[in-house]
């Protein structure tokens, strides 16, 4: 069974007409309840929610403390490649793009691990292009044999790969992946991927599952806010993390709530999703899955990140740079402009101010 089969469920369903018989006494319910349903979390991700989003946040800090502690998990990304073949309209790195292209080679992939390494940071994100020519699969294998060396912990976010794929992956050394199905609207996804490989919506739908049945330790899922209804998107992240965590109980599965963000090509969000529309999608799915991890980039900013430290967030980037071998040499282009420019000691301070600690280390892949 695929993922697909759960979306169809909810084709026809006519969420603005289920949001219109919400009431503010459904809401005070379900927040009182200990495990939600589907229909619980949608309901929370309402515009009548809105008016509780304080009792939601009480709760959510509560739960998030439960089961993770006061600790947020840091990390950084590293480009790897610029170079894709797909041309997804909201995308600074869109092949037709005239940016310049860079891959990094083995000894400037070294350096930026050095670089890296010397922050203290001991989790690292891998990411390039989606150019299997460029990229191919043995070259991330390479970069992440040196990368082993200096982090404990390495995550991929590159174009979907099948399951033996994957399983070559984790066998040299990767423990955990990202990958977002950019909307989950099949509809609005053809109209943003025109040409290339990343206009196979089932295939790409499928990947975290193939990444699961590879025996990958932590899946990381989303949606890039702006392209089409928040509301929606946000509930299908949160049913398709639910789907993948009772399928998968020994593996990590967590969220991450992007919104777009300037680049090359300056493609104007559909839609605006606003610092108060973001908080209530992180602590609806907070309640709605309370051990499910939630990651907070650096494409926002510092105040709303030091905000969101208690709603919910167990995972923060720092230091981070979206160019390739933007932590060691002069940076290519950005694939989008970070807004949180605060290096790891910065953000280290933050969260000790906030009585959290900052966790460079939870993981040791051998």
């Known amino acids: 069974?695929?993922?697909?089969?759960?979306?169809?469920?909810?084709?026809?369903?006519?969420?603005?007409?289920?949001?219109?018989?919400?009431?503010?006494?459904?809401?005070?319910?379900?927040?009182?309840?200990?495990?939600?349903?589907?229909?619980?979390?949608?309901?929370?991700?309402?515009?009548?929610?809105?008016?509780?989003?304080?009792?939601?946040?009480?709760?959510?800090?509560?739960?998030?403390?439960?089961?993770?502690?006061?600790?947020?998990?840091?990390?950084?990304?590293?480009?790897?490649?610029?170079?894709?073949?797909?041309?997804?309209?909201?995308?600074?790195?869109?092949?037709?793009?005239?940016?310049?292209?860079?891959?990094?080679?083995?000894?400037?992939?070294?350096?930026?691990?050095?670089?890296?390494?010397?922050?203290?940071?001991?989790?690292?994100?891998?990411?390039?292009?989606?150019?299997?020519?460029?990229?191919?699969?043995?070259?991330?294998?390479?970069c992440v044999d040196i990368l082993k060396e200096y982090f404990t912990s390495i995550s991929?976010?590159?174009?979907?790969?099948?399951?033996?794929?994957?399983?070559?992956?984790?066998?040299?050394?990767?423990?955990?992946?990202?990958?977002?199905?950019e909307t989950y609207h099949q509809k609005v996804y053809a109209e943003l991927h025109p040409a290339g490989p990343k206009r196979d919506y089932h295939y790409r739908l499928d990947a975290p599952e193939r990444a699961c049945q590879a025996g990958m330790r932590s899946v990381n899922i989303g949606a890039l806010l702006g392209l089409d209804d928040w509301r929606r998107e946000a509930f299908f992240t949160g049913i398709h993390a639910d789907y993948l965590q009772r399928k998968y109980l020994n593996i990590e599965i967590s969220i991450s709530p992007p919104r777009m963000r300037p680049h090359v090509g300056g493609f104007p969000p559909k839609v605006i999703v606003s610092d108060k529309n973001l908080v209530q999608y992180v602590l609806a799915f907070r309640l709605f899955m309370p051990r499910g991890g939630i990651t907070l980039s650096t494409r926002e900013s510092a105040v709303l990140r030091n905000n969101m430290v208690k709603l919910g967030i167990t995972k923060m980037s720092a230091g981070s740079c979206t160019a390739v071998g933007g932590h060691s040499t002069q940076a290519s282009v950005s694939q989008f402009e970070i807004s949180d420019e605060r290096n790891v000691a910065d953000i280290a301070a933050m969260l000790y101010s906030q009585n959290y600690q900052p966790v460079y280390k939870d993981w040791q892949m051998w």
């Open 1 to 142: 069974m695929s993922f697909y089969q759960e979306i169809e469920k909810y084709r026809d369903w006519n969420f603005a007409d289920t949001s219109n018989q919400i009431t503010d006494a459904d809401i005070s319910r379900i927040i009182a309840k200990d495990n939600l349903t589907v229909w619980d979390y949608l309901t929370l991700l309402s515009p009548m929610a809105e008016n509780h989003l304080e009792a939601m946040a009480q709760k959510a800090h509560r739960l998030t403390v439960q089961h993770f502690g006061q600790t947020i998990l840091l990390y950084t990304p590293l480009y790897l490649a610029n170079y894709c073949v797909n041309q997804c309209v909201y995308c600074g790195f869109h092949a037709h793009n005239q940016i310049e292209r860079k891959k990094l080679s083995l000894e400037e992939v070294k350096a930026e691990a050095k670089a890296i390494a010397a922050t203290g940071l001991k989790h690292l994100l891998i990411l390039t292009g989606e150019s299997r020519y460029h990229s191919s699969v043995e070259y991330i294998r390479q």
């Open 156 to 181: 991929i976010e590159v174009y979907p790969l099948n399951t033996e794929e994957y399983n070559v992956l984790i066998e040299n050394g990767v423990d955990g992946m990202t990958i977002y199905q």
